[in-house]
Protein backbone atom coordinates (compact mmCIF):
# COMPACT_ATOMS: atom_id res chain seq x y z
CA UNK A 1 0.00 0.00 0.00
CA UNK A 2 3.02 2.42 0.89
CA UNK A 3 6.35 3.18 -0.69
CA UNK A 4 8.88 1.19 2.10
CA UNK A 5 10.14 4.96 3.24
CA UNK A 6 6.58 5.24 4.80
CA UNK A 7 7.22 2.51 7.58
CA UNK A 8 9.76 4.54 9.12
CA UNK A 9 7.88 7.68 9.25
CA UNK A 10 4.52 6.89 9.77
CA UNK A 11 4.58 3.31 11.18
CA UNK A 12 3.69 4.37 14.79
CA UNK A 13 1.61 6.95 13.85
CA UNK A 14 -2.37 8.03 13.09
CA UNK A 15 -2.30 8.73 9.75
CA UNK A 16 -0.82 5.26 8.69
CA UNK A 17 -3.68 4.24 10.72
CA UNK A 18 -6.23 6.38 8.77
CA UNK A 19 -4.63 5.08 5.60
CA UNK A 20 -5.14 1.49 6.06
CA UNK A 21 -8.92 1.50 7.67
CA UNK A 22 -9.27 3.32 3.83
CA UNK A 23 -7.30 0.86 2.23
CA UNK A 24 -9.21 -2.52 4.14
CA UNK A 25 -12.06 -0.90 3.29
CA UNK A 26 -11.22 -0.48 0.05
CA UNK A 27 -10.03 -4.33 -0.32
CA UNK A 28 -13.35 -5.72 0.76
CA UNK A 29 -15.18 -4.55 -1.81
CA UNK A 30 -15.75 -7.26 -4.78
CA UNK A 31 -17.21 -5.26 -7.24
CA UNK A 32 -15.17 -3.66 -9.54
CA UNK A 33 -17.40 -0.77 -10.43
CA UNK A 34 -17.65 0.93 -7.04
CA UNK A 35 -13.94 0.36 -6.50
CA UNK A 36 -13.86 2.43 -10.25
CA UNK A 37 -16.05 4.81 -8.57
CA UNK A 38 -13.91 5.40 -5.68
CA UNK A 39 -10.42 5.94 -8.14
CA UNK A 40 -12.45 8.53 -9.79
CA UNK A 41 -13.65 10.07 -7.16
CA UNK A 42 -10.14 10.62 -5.94
CA UNK A 43 -8.97 11.73 -9.41
CA UNK A 44 -11.45 14.20 -9.86
CA UNK A 45 -10.95 15.51 -6.37
CA UNK A 46 -7.64 15.89 -6.80
CA UNK A 47 -7.90 18.31 -10.04
CA UNK A 48 -7.20 21.32 -7.68
CA UNK A 49 -6.03 23.93 -9.65
CA UNK A 50 -9.72 23.28 -12.03
CA UNK A 51 -11.52 23.45 -9.09
CA UNK A 52 -9.88 26.61 -7.74
CA UNK A 53 -10.63 28.17 -10.87
CA UNK A 54 -13.86 26.98 -11.15
CA UNK A 55 -13.14 25.33 -14.42
CA UNK A 56 -15.97 23.87 -16.80
CA UNK A 57 -16.41 20.59 -16.55
CA UNK A 58 -14.31 20.18 -13.44
CA UNK A 59 -16.65 17.61 -11.39
CA UNK A 60 -16.99 18.36 -7.46
CA UNK A 61 -17.27 15.40 -5.80
CA UNK A 62 -18.69 15.41 -2.01
CA UNK A 63 -18.53 12.72 0.79
CA UNK A 64 -21.98 11.09 -0.78
CA UNK A 65 -20.33 10.60 -3.79
CA UNK A 66 -18.87 7.47 -2.40
CA UNK A 67 -20.07 4.41 -2.06
CA UNK A 68 -21.74 4.34 1.86
CA UNK A 69 -19.29 1.60 3.00
CA UNK A 70 -16.39 3.26 2.65
CA UNK A 71 -17.40 7.16 3.44
CA UNK A 72 -16.56 7.09 7.14
CA UNK A 73 -12.78 5.59 6.97
CA UNK A 74 -12.44 8.32 4.03
CA UNK A 75 -14.38 11.13 5.96
CA UNK A 76 -12.15 10.31 9.04
CA UNK A 77 -8.63 10.18 6.80
CA UNK A 78 -9.73 13.86 5.38
CA UNK A 79 -10.68 14.97 8.77
CA UNK A 80 -7.32 14.02 10.28
CA UNK A 81 -5.64 15.44 7.67
CA UNK A 82 -7.38 18.84 7.38
CA UNK A 83 -7.87 18.85 11.35
CA UNK A 84 -4.91 17.56 12.50
CA UNK A 85 -1.87 16.68 10.23
CA UNK A 86 -1.53 19.88 8.62
CA UNK A 87 -0.49 21.65 12.06
CA UNK A 88 2.77 19.22 11.24
CA UNK A 89 5.80 21.22 9.97
CA UNK A 90 6.28 18.08 7.72
CA UNK A 91 3.70 19.06 5.73
Known sequence: MFPAWTD????????????????????????KPIRDTIINCFIHSNQIE??????????????VDLPEGI??????????LYNEAINYHVF
Open 8 to 31: SVFRATFLYNKFEAVYIKYKAINS
Open 50 to 63: NLCNNKAGTLIIEL
Open 71 to 80: RNEIDELFLY
